[in-house]
Nanobody, 109 residues
């Protein structure tokens, strides 16, 4: 089954920024970003359709921006004003793809 490949995670201080990337080998729509924090259920963070419609979880509205580069078959998640509660493993997925390894985001001072 096709997997999307996440990258860009890391350790950042509260208030900082990170940009996550989700790479595919071909154009795929829609693409959703999820996250799973330790001991919590996986949650949908943001999604983008082929025609550019975007949706966000209330917890990240105004701080996160999802975008896509169609020439690179890549979807990005720009995360600003990060908070400790954003700490999680972030995954990107389409309904037809399997779960990948994810990328760890840790927000801590």
């Amino acid at each position: 089954q096709v997997q999307l490949v996440e990258s860009g995670g890391g350790l950042v201080q509260p208030g900082g920024s990170l940009r996550l990337s989700c790479a595919a080998s071909f154009s795929i729509n829609p693409v959703n970003w999820y996250r799973q924090a330790p001991g919590k259920q996986r949650e949908l963070v943001a999604s983008i359709t082929g025609d550019g419609r975007r949706n966000y979880a209330d917890s990240v509205k105004g701080r996160f921006t999802i975008s896509r580069d169609n020439a690179k078959n890549t979807v990005y998640l720009q995360m600003n004003s990060l908070k400790p509660e954003d700490t999680a493993v972030y995954y990107c997925k389409n309904p037809s793809t399997s779960w990948g390894q994810g990328t760890q985001v840790t927000v801590s001072s």
